[in-house]
């Protein structure tokens, strides 16, 4: 079996539309559950919010799994390539340093769902908060400590 199975259905070349909504997904590299650490998913954090502070994107919703990431985002000044590509270069850096190690820390790839214009935003956003309930990881939302959502 390959090393990623399924990175041959995430696409390429997509269109970035400013203003547009995103449902955004990327999984750690071997699906190491690299976040059951909290903390390294604070460091992850404050590359989302580094990217909101910038304008580059508007960050209504996410939530770090152990394995991956779920993001609802509106772009503004930035491309959904450079996005990612800045998210993960630089989570990979500080992550890769605050456990001293090297080498990929994330999956090849991302998984991005546009959002169509006039699309209620608050069902992605639910999904997106509602993902460690769904995994049994907590019984309360508010016992998860790695998710955020703009609506609160």
Known sequence: MPPHP???LLR????SEPGRGYLIT????????MFA???LGRLLVEKFRRAHDQKWINSMAWVIMPDHFHWLIQLEQQTLA???QAIKSRSTLTINRAINE???FWQTGYHDRAIRDGEDLLPFARYIVANPLRAGLVDKIGDYPLWDACWL
């Open 6 to 8: 399924n990175s041959h």
């Open 82 to 84: 450079k996005l990612m």
């Open 37 to 39: 650490d909290w903390r």
């Open 26 to 33: 990327t999984v750690v590299h071997q699906r190491r559950r």
């Open 12 to 15: 390429r070349g997509r269109y």
């Open 102 to 104: 090297r080498g990929a």
